[in-house]
């Protein structure tokens, strides 16, 4: 979500210096690629970008494309064919053996529901939500909906798409989408028509809880706000939780631990890190968090100083489940030699997105299969009746 947030921000620049832009976005990949499929990329007619579509190989080509889009102010879509080994350009350089269909649409700043506005509205709330760019792969000269419809959590839906006997099969993927979590990509066909969509699900960024205000929860709020999570910080010492010593958080709280929760906005993406350095503090924390629906609450530590709190909360009455541990990591942190709090901050991170993914952060040359599925970008083809 970083990398949508700087776009908007972009684009509104753009608008208010009387620039014109373009997006550009990666829309299916068949094979392998330095970027995935939602991968974004804002160009202005200064040739200035923000956002990345590959790993730097395509964005020199993607420019020129970019451009060409906005002087014919019409959507472009083109293949890039990274596994070509004919191509010096690309294909040897890059390496990746994928091919990348990239979508560059011309952004018209009056209409209401232009890709970069359906953005914002998916950035603006702290929900799930479902984007949808629809694009022709049987023929790139005919017309290129590109991205038109926002689903929000609530039902609420905004934008248009050109094909209205499409409306109720697309909408009901959307929903299903929302509620599976996972993109998926769709071929419909119809009477003298054919489109595929881009059903993208996006998710709320990560909100990270640093609960403790001391030096060493510095590095672990830098890592987390370069990666684009919200921070926060709590802590009881109004000495150490200064907004100043920790600028780039949304929220600094100096609270006793019982009242942390009440101040802090927390959803299945919220994530917390104990690190005061203070047992009782620590404890009333854990108290408060192990019945809520945080998927990892991480402690700094040994192992025998959180079984000796999980004991004290048993005997005073507090019954922990077999779910509540299972969210709960401590020591906290993936085992890759950390000494220092920068190097603890970053396998405590690691450790984190591993939890919040599925995945066990294993080495990537140990990986027997692909690193991902080539199955999540397989399109399914269906048939419209009207």
């Known amino acids: 979500m970083k990398e949508l947030r700087e776009i908007v921000k972009a684009y509104d620049a753009a608008v208010h210096a009387g620039k014109k832009t373009a997006l550009a976005a990666v829309v299916h990949l068949d094979g392998s690629s330095y970027r995935r499929p939602g991968a974004r990329m804002l160009v202005s ?28 102010q019409q959507s472009k879509l083109v293949t890039y064919d990274t596994s070509d080994e ?7 350089q890059l390496g990746c053996a994928g091919v990348i269909q990239v979508l560059f649409e011309p952004i018209n700043p009056n209409h209401p529901s232009n890709p970069i506005q359906l953005i914002r509205k998916a950035l603006a709330i702290r929900q799930h939500a479902v984007l949808v760019t629809l694009f022709d792969l049987s023929d790139k000269k005919n017309m290129q909906p590109g991205t038109c419809l926002l689903l929000e959590a609530d039902g609420h839906l905004s934008g248009s798409q050109p094909f209205p006997a499409l409306q109720e099969d697309l909408t009901a993927e959307m929903n299903r989408v929302l509620q599976t979590g996972k993109s998926v990509f ?15 699900y996006l998710q709320p960024s990560v909100s990270l809880v640093v609960v403790g205000a001391g030096n060493d929860a510095i590095p672990m709020m ?12 709590a802590d009881g010492r109004n000495t150490h939780a200064r907004p100043e010593r920790f600028a780039s958080a949304c929220q600094v709280l100096v609270s006793r631990p019982e009242q942390v929760l009440e101040q802090l906005p927390m959803d299945e993406r919220t994530v917390f890190v104990m690190m005061t350095h203070n047992y009782n503090y620590d404890l009333a924390m854990l108290r408060a968090l192990l019945p809520t629906p945080t998927p990892y609450i991480g402690m700094l530590g040994p192992k025998k100083k959180l079984e000796r709190m999980l004991d004290e909360l048993r005997a005073g009455g507090v019954e ?17 030699g950390a000494e220092t709090p920068e190097e603890i901050a970053l396998s405590i991170i690691a450790e984190i997105q591993g939890v919040l993914t599925g995945t066990k952060g294993g080495q990537l040359k140990r990986k027997t299969d692909v690193i991902h599925a080539r199955t999540a970008t397989q399109i399914s083809i ?3 009746n009207g």
Do not use: N
């Open 86 to 92: 004919d191509d010096m350009t690309i294909g040897i």
């Open 45 to 72: 007619d200064e040739g200035e970008l923000t956002g990345a579509i590959s790993g730097g190989c395509l964005e020199g080509d993607a420019l020129r494309k970019a451009l060409f889009a906005l002087s014919q």
């Open 186 to 200: 769709r071929h419909f066909t119809g009477e003298g028509w054919a489109i595929t969509a881009f059903i993208e």
């Open 320 to 336: 922990v489940t077999e779910d509540m541990l299972e969210k709960v990591y401590g020591p906290a942190g993936l085992e890759i």
């Open 222 to 233: 830098q890592i987390a706000d370069t990666l684009g999570w919200d921070v926060r910080v």
């Open 382 to 384: 269906k048939k419209i």
